[in-house]
């Protein structure tokens, strides 16, 4: 399994994690909701580097 398979799939561990525990998308605007953003920014970072040792 490649290194970019893991990150989405820890990223979508994640996502539901947040969805279900933590109740990120309920209709309260609150600080949680930067935790997915922080999350998807990791993401983002995660793949971007795996992507660059690829090359």
Not at 29 to 35: M, R
């Amino acid at each position: 399994m490649s290194k970019t398979t893991i990150a989405i799939i820890i990223y979508i561990l994640g996502l539901i994690f947040g969805a279900i525990v933590l109740d990120l998308w309920s209709a309260k605007t609150s600080p949680k909701a930067l935790l997915g953003m922080i999350w998807t920014a990791l993401f983002l970072i995660a793949i971007y580097l795996v992507e660059s040792k690829n090359k």
